[in-house]
């Protein structure tokens, strides 16, 4: 599962729980820090919190006994290592104060009150939304500052990239070659999709339990733009604490006039009937409205789409998609239907790359350069999107 995923997964955890975290605001010494805690179970008690001046989150736990609340800084290690613990009493306006001690000794004073969300100032659509749907995520993130990068031409739309410093994570807007209502449109999702990654890397920093050494590296790369489509590659690899490190491809595609997301079967239709359309993961993280459920829509990809992509890619590729032997020094075999039912995939000049899904023990297997899918193939087989004009 890739890290995205897991990352909404956990945005959405407060419209699950009995009552959402409660986030506060407040000081840790003289140092101004956020806190958010989930005080739905006095006895597991779970939160997280960061420093205004870093931003990166430190995990908490314990436990809630009437108004007095014990939390323990860090995740646990299971070897009795000693953590910073935080000890706080509850007032009756629903402030928290009390104090920090860390494991040499060292205490410092701690004040907590509900947070005051500063007015929304910005016209960014993501970090609106956040303010009401996640507010601990809209303190840190609001705060942040992204620095303009190098400008470019790409297929003859101008580029504008921005970065976020602190994480790294870098994504570019386009600044010309749309009508100005489309070009808005466009940005607001690209700079949704890099917001997105921000809270990503911090999501694997908080999981790596180093403050922020953890490894998240992205290199995204612009791979078709048209008047019909935008497509870009966003391609992560991750250590975030877990067994594994791991990687994956999860490319941005949308429709250039309405910026919203492409699903495959938008774009290619091997079924009978008109296309669906169904977001699944690999097609991203925005919302929309699905024709089918999930069911119908993994049947189409298993008893449908894989067969035909494999016939395809062995008609372009015969070499690659032949079926190792058992003297053959390659053990990717890229025949399996199943490896290319949920793909990750985008749009090139040539036609459509697609990236397979293999087990962990094949992990090395994905990620081919060679499979690219032409358009003349695509083009019998067009769903409802514009890929007619694609050259």
């Known amino acids: 599962m890739k890290l995205w995923i897991w990352l909404i997964a956990l945005l959405a955890l407060p419209a699950l729980a009995e009552e959402p975290p409660v986030v ?14 989930d005080l739905n179970k006095p006895d597991e008690v779970t939160g997280r919190y960061f420093y205004q001046k870093y931003r990166l989150d430190l995990p908490l736990n314990g436990s809630l006994d009437g108004q007095e609340l014990k939390l323990q800084e860090g995740l646990d ?17 629903g402030n928290w104060q009390g104090s920090w001690t860390n494991p040499q000794g060292k205490t410092l004073p701690v004040k907590l009150q509900p947070a005051q969300l500063p007015a929304v100032t910005t016209d960014d659509a993501w970090l609106t939304a956040l303010a009401h749907i996640e507010p601990y995520e809209f303190l840190r ?64 920093m908080l999981g790596a339990n180093r403050f922020g050494q953890g490894e998240y590296m992205q290199t995204v790369t612009p791979k078709y733009l048209s008047k019909d489509i935008v497509s870009i590659s966003i391609f992560t690899s991750y250590d975030c604490g877990g067994a594994h490190p791991d990687f994956g491809e999860a490319p941005v595609n949308m429709n250039a006039k ?33 024709d089918v459920d999930f069911d119908t829509f993994a ?58 899904s293999f087990a962990r ?16 193939a695509i083009k019998k087989q067009a769903g409802t999107a514009a890929v007619a004009t694609v050259q």
């Open 77 to 93: 290690d299971f070897d009795d290592t000693p953590r910073p613990e935080f000890s706080l009493t509850k007032d009756e306006k």
């Open 258 to 290: 309405t910026a919203e997301s492409l699903t495959l079967e938008d774009v290619v239709w091997v079924g009978e009937g008109a296309p669906f359309h169904y977001l699944n993961a690999e097609d991203g993280v925005s919302t929309g409205k699905n």
């Open 361 to 376: 023990v094949q992990r090395s297997c994905e990620g081919p350069e060679w499979s690219v899918l032409p358009w003349s």
């Open 299 to 356: 049947q189409y990809r298993d008893k449908k789409w894989a067969p035909w992509l494999v016939k395809e890619l062995t008609l372009a590729h015969p070499a690659e998609m032949k079926k190792p032997t058992e003297e053959s020094d390659d053990d990717c075999d890229y025949s399996q239907p199943e490896i290319w039912q949920f793909p990750a995939w985008y749009f090139t000049p040539a036609g459509l790359y697609f990236d397979p």
């Open 141 to 204: 993130l609001s705060g942040l500052q992204l620095t303009a990068g190098k400008s470019e031409n790409f297929m003859g739309y101008q580029l504008q990239w921005w970065t976020e410093p602190q994480s790294k994570i870098t994504l570019f807007e386009i600044a010309s070659g749309y009508l100005d209502a489309e070009l808005h449109a466009i940005n607001q999702k690209l700079r949704t999709r890099l917001w997105q990654e921000v809270s990503g890397w911090h999501a694997c």
């Open 24 to 37: 506060y605001s407040g000081t840790l010494g003289k140092t101004s820090i956020v806190v958010e805690l």
